[in-house]
């Protein structure tokens, strides 16, 4: 499978906890994008990455998150010290570096805080 | 406002029917998206639109960069094409500015 993929696919966490997640892109993809998705509600976008270096990150991407891709590969997401309003759809989407390439999506790892 | 709105938010249709969904933007975009997403999570892009008109089986996507407004239409609806429809444009730097989706539920 040649896809974006993302581990763990659930993972329910008790409130204080820290999470990580990993996203492993397409493999000649450039760029690398997380957003989170609440229910009834589109994806928000939260970082991305050209390469290893994260260019932009969102208001909504608090001290608690950090993201990394430290070799260009793939990337991990972590979230300390959660909190209920960090259950979410996380979505990790990789692209080639045109601005217009199509990103393609991993499947999501579901985050419930409880 | 959110830079990307869509409409209507809940769509109920007959096998059959033609269903349009509407997308309005307000921010300057190099492209706008059309996806995908069924239950579970999974996102599936469907179109990517910089101008004009694009066709896909029964799936047609229009975009009039000059109105900043694109809709989504589907012939002959079946439900299998039962999903959440969602609108995104691509910003300046690349991301994705996503609507809040449009779920369609097509009944036999």
């Known amino acids: 499978d040649t896809g974006v993929s993302q581990d763990p696919r659930h993972k329910i966490t008790k409130r204080g906890q820290n999470v990580t997640f990993r996203c492993d892109p397409i493999s000649e993809h450039n760029r690398l994008y997380w957003y989170r998705q609440t229910l009834g509600q589109g994806p928000e976008f939260l970082t991305y990455f050209q390469n290893e270096a994260q260019l932009e990150k969102s208001r909504l991407l608090s001290d608690r998150f950090s993201a990394e891709r430290p070799k260009g590969s793939f990337s991990t997401l972590e979230i300390q010290r959660t909190e209920q309003g960090d259950s979410a759809m996380y979505l990790c989407?990789?692209?080639?570096?045109?601005?217009?390439?199509?990103?393609?999506f991993g499947p999501g790892t579901r985050l419930l805080v409880l | 406002k959110n830079e990307v709105e869509q409409s209507p938010q809940n769509l109920t249709a007959q096998e059959g029917e033609f269903i349009t969904i509407n997308c309005s933007y307000s921010?300057?975009?190099?492209?706008l998206h059309w996806l995908q997403q069924h239950p579970g999570g999974g996102i599936v892009s469907l179109f990517m639109l910089s101008s004009g008109k694009k066709k896909h089986g029964r799936l047609i996507a229009t975009i009039n960069i000059q109105e900043k407004h694109s809709s989504l239409h589907i012939t002959a609806s079946h439900p299998r094409d039962s999903a959440v429809y969602i609108c995104?444009?691509?910003?300046?730097?690349?991301?994705?500015?996503f609507g809040q989706g449009t779920t369609l539920q097509v009944k036999p």
């Open positions: 989407a990789s692209s080639l570096s045109d601005l217009l390439g199509t990103q393609y």
């Open positions: 921010v300057g975009i190099s492209a």
């Open positions: 995104a444009v691509t910003s300046n730097t690349g991301k994705l500015i």
